[in-house]
Structures are given as structure tokens and as C-alpha cells.
């Protein structure tokens, strides 16, 4: 059997990972020669709340500076709170032909990131280099939101609306890190993540994604900068920006640290961890402090609003520990899934 009809199978400690099987044997140690992975990786990934204006930026900065002290890191951000239903409702107002009232909200869109920009007060040769990248994607976002004529609505459009919030969100994020004294680069995922062309709930094709994201996340590790990586957007095999689906940033955070093969994956949001019901429905709800992927996965699955049900078997796949915890509470211990430890409640 040639080395190019091998199925790798392999699972030993050190040698070739779950996620490598069904690749042939020469292209995976090819890859693996060219892109060797790193050790001790951590993926963070922080939800809009955690990035809502300069001072929450600044605050997960720091934590990503505290993780970065010991240890290769890669973020993944979604988009600031608000700003992707704000980005869709331009897309609605577009197909309604109210085209004057989508572009002074793409134009408002535009301006709260130019402001967080101000608020963080970067030293100022980083301030105008990040101030034209946000003035370059604004262009680009007046470009889709036309003052007069008609608009055809589609699925397409609304990935390429849609994606701006995580584009200004990586680049403000990048400049938070740089203030903390980290090197930081701003990464668009639909450089890498493949997806199909279903527009609006693109599944990304997981294969080649991996090799494609190797290529350009491990070489940013390997020099010690901070990938900032955007969540829930990827792009068709032309070219063409998707999305993900709805509330997929946790996926897109498991899918990063898929590709990286990270030891942890850390969701930073606005609750202490999973609960055994909705805290703010419930007086008698539990924080549970361990689950098992199985655990979390069947109640995501069922609906709970816990993580998004593509996360925990990206996760078992490479036996990935995955936490849950707030980014205002750092202190709090949040919710680990994986390997059950000593399980129980709070």
C-alpha cells in the first residue's frame, strides 16, 4: 500500500490526532513537517457582551495577556453586542427600499467603532494605522448599502452585511492587545474556513479548513503573536463571505481550536457558567461545575442555551477541555467540560 492510500489511524499520545484520521499519511506528515503543531495551546474565545466599548475591550485584553504569560494563544471575537441584528436590520431596511434609513444606521454602525477606536486611546501611530483599516471597511459597508436604486435581497447579501461587526471587532480587539504590550494580529476567518453556499447557515468543510487554517494560525503562534480571529464567518471555494448560522461564534471558537489543537478552549461571556436552568428564571437554578461532553452536548441539543451543539463534538474529538466563564467575574471558577473530574454543583 502506498503512502498516499494509507488512512491514518493512529492515536497515540505524541504522534497523530483524532481529528488527522481519514487523511492520507504522507499529506498529514507533510502538514505536520511544514506546520509542526505547538504545545500547551489555549483558544479564548469572548462573546459580544465581553466587547461591548473601550473598557470592556480593555478588560478581556487583559485576561488574554494573563493566559498569553505562560503559553501560546489564539482569540476568536464575535461581534460587538448589538451590532449583528443592527447589520441585519440594514439588510431588511434595504429590501424594503428604505434605502436612506439603512445607510445613516450603516453610517451610526460605522461611527460606534471609530469611537471605541478614540476611547481605547492607542499610542497614535497605531491609532491611524487601525483608524484606516476601520474607515476601509466602513467603505466597503456603504458600498452595500446604495442610497437610491433597488437592492436584491438575498441569503448572500446578508452573510456579506452580517460580517462586518466581527471585522471591526477583531481589529479594535487587535489594538486593545497591542495596548497590554502583546503583538496581536486581526485574521479573517473566511481566509480559511470553507464552507458551503448555504448562505446563512454554511456548514464549513472541515478537511480543508484545517489544513488552510494551520497555514496561517500556527505561524502567527510560532512568532508570539496573538491571532484575533474573527467568529462566525467563513466563505465559499469562490470567494463569496458566509455565515455560519446565528449564535455559531462558540463554534466558531470550538472550530479554531479545533484546527490549532488546543489543549483548552476558554468561552468568556456575561454568566458564571451552566446552569441547571435559566438563573434568571429560576431561584432554585444549580452552576454545575463539571460536565461531561455528553452532558453538555444533550442539553445543548435539547435547546438550553448553553453552547452551541456543534462545539462539544469538535471538542471530544481531541479530548479539548472546554470552560465556560465570565468575563466580569474572572475570579469565579465557571464550568468545566471534558474528562469528568469531581463533577457536582455550586
Same mark, same amino acid.
Given at each position: 500500500?502506498?503512502?498516499?492510500?494509507?488512512?491514518?489511524?493512529?492515536?497515540?499520545?505524541?504522534?497523530?490526532?483524532?481529528?488527522?484520521?481519514?487523511?492520507?499519511?504522507?499529506?498529514?506528515?507533510?502538514?505536520r513537517?511544514e506546520?509542526?503543531?505547538?504545545?500547551?495551546?489555549i483558544?479564548?474565545?469572548?462573546?459580544?457582551?465581553?466587547?461591548?466599548?473601550?473598557?470592556?475591550?480593555?478588560?478581556?485584553?487583559?485576561?488574554?495577556?494573563?493566559?498569553?504569560?505562560?503559553? #501560546?494563544?489564539?482569540?476568536?471575537?464575535?461581534?460587538m453586542?448589538?451590532? +449583528? /441584528?443592527?447589520?441585519?436590520?440594514v439588510?431588511?431596511?434595504?429590501?424594503?427600499?428604505?434605502?436612506?434609513?439603512?445607510?445613516?444606521?450603516?453610517?451610526?454602525?460605522?461611527?460606534?467603532?471609530?469611537?471605541?477606536? &478614540? =476611547?481605547?486611546?492607542?499610542? $497614535?501611530?497605531? !491609532? /491611524?494605522?487601525?483608524?484606516?483599516?476601520?474607515?476601509?471597511?466602513?467603505?466597503?459597508?456603504?458600498?452595500?448599502?446604495?442610497?437610491?436604486?433597488?437592492?436584491?435581497?438575498?441569503?448572500?447579501?446578508?452573510?456579506?452585511?452580517? $460580517?462586518?461587526?466581527?471585522?471591526?471587532?477583531?481589529?479594535?480587539?487587535?489594538?486593545?492587545?497591542?495596548? +497590554?504590550?502583546?503583538?496581536?494580529? #486581526?485574521?479573517?476567518?473566511s481566509?480559511?474556513?470553507?464552507?458551503?453556499?448555504?448562505?446563512?447557515?454554511?456548514?464549513?468543510?472541515?478537511?480543508?479548513?484545517?489544513?488552510?487554517?494551520?497555514?496561517?494560525?500556527? #505561524?502567527?503562534? =510560532?512568532?508570539?503573536?496573538?491571532?484575533?480571529?474573527?467568529?462566525?464567518?467563513?466563505?465559499?471555494? /469562490?470567494? &463569496?463571505?458566509?455565515?455560519?448560522?446565528?449564535?455559531?461564534s462558540?463554534?466558531?471558537?470550538?472550530?479554531?481550536?479545533?484546527?490549532? =489543537?488546543?489543549?483548552?478552549l476558554?468561552?468568556?461571556?456575561?454568566?458564571?457558567?451552566?446552569?441547571?436552568?435559566?438563573?434568571?428564571?429560576?431561584?432554585?437554578?444549580?452552576?454545575?461545575?463539571?460536565?461531561? !461532553?455528553?452532558?453538555?452536548?444533550?442539553?445543548?441539543?435539547?435547546?438550553?442555551?448553553?453552547?452551541?451543539?456543534?462545539?462539544?463534538?469538535?471538542?471530544?474529538?481531541?479530548?479539548?477541555?472546554?470552560?465556560? *466563564?465570565n468575563?466580569?467575574?474572572?475570579?469565579?471558577?465557571?464550568? *468545566?467540560?471534558? $474528562? *469528568?473530574?469531581?463533577?457536582?454543583?455550586?
Amino acid at each position: 500500500m502506498s503512502p498516499e492510500q494509507q488512512e491514518v489511524s493512529l492515536n497515540a499520545e505524541g504522534e497523530l490526532g483524532p481529528y488527522e484520521r481519514g487523511a492520507s499519511l504522507e499529506s498529514v506528515l507533510v502538514l505536520r513537517a511544514e506546520y509542526p503543531l505547538l504545545e500547551n495551546v489555549i483558544a479564548l474565545k469572548f462573546g459580544g457582551s465581553s466587547l461591548l466599548g473601550a473598557e470592556r475591550l480593555l478588560r478581556a485584553a487583559n485576561l488574554v495577556r494573563e493566559a498569553g504569560l505562560t503559553r #501560546p494563544v489564539a482569540v476568536v471575537v464575535s461581534a460587538m453586542k448589538g451590532v +449583528t /441584528d443592527r447589520l441585519l436590520r440594514v439588510g431588511e431596511w434595504l429590501g424594503q427600499a428604505r434605502n436612506l434609513q439603512a445607510r445613516k444606521e450603516a453610517d451610526s454602525i460605522a461611527e460606534l467603532h471609530l469611537t471605541t477606536l &478614540r =476611547e481605547l486611546q492607542v499610542e $497614535s501611530t497605531e !491609532y /491611524d494605522r487601525v483608524e484606516q483599516e476601520l474607515k476601509l471597511l466602513s467603505r466597503d459597508l456603504l458600498h452595500e448599502t446604495p442610497l437610491c436604486g433597488r437592492v436584491e435581497m438575498n441569503g448572500a447579501l446578508l452573510d456579506r452585511l452580517a $460580517s462586518f461587526g466581527e471585522r471591526y471587532a477583531a481589529r479594535l480587539f487587535a489594538a486593545a492587545l497591542g495596548k +497590554t504590550g502583546l503583538s496581536a494580529a #486581526p485574521v479573517a476567518s473566511s481566509d480559511f474556513v470553507l464552507t458551503c453556499d448555504n448562505f446563512r447557515d454554511a456548514k464549513p468543510h472541515l478537511e480543508q479548513t484545517r489544513r488552510r487554517g494551520r497555514e496561517v494560525l500556527l #505561524p502567527l503562534l =510560532e512568532a508570539g503573536i496573538v491571532p484575533v480571529v474573527t467568529g462566525f464567518i467563513g466563505a465559499t471555494s /469562490d470567494g &463569496r463571505i458566509t455565515t455560519l448560522g446565528r449564535n455559531s461564534s462558540d463554534f466558531s471558537g470550538a472550530l479554531i481550536a479545533h484546527i490549532i =489543537e488546543a489543549e483548552e478552549l476558554v468561552i468568556w461571556t456575561d454568566v458564571d457558567g451552566i446552569y441547571t436552568a435559566n438563573p434568571n428564571g429560576s431561584a432554585e437554578a444549580k452552576l454545575l461545575l463539571e460536565l461531561s !461532553y455528553d452532558e453538555a452536548h444533550a442539553l445543548a441539543a435539547s435547546g438550553a442555551k448553553v453552547l452551541h451543539p456543534h462545539v462539544l463534538p469538535l471538542a471530544a474529538q481531541t479530548e479539548m477541555t472546554v470552560w465556560v *466563564r465570565n468575563t466580569f467575574k474572572p475570579h469565579a471558577r465557571g464550568t *468545566r467540560i471534558g $474528562s *469528568r473530574q469531581d463533577g457536582g454543583v455550586a
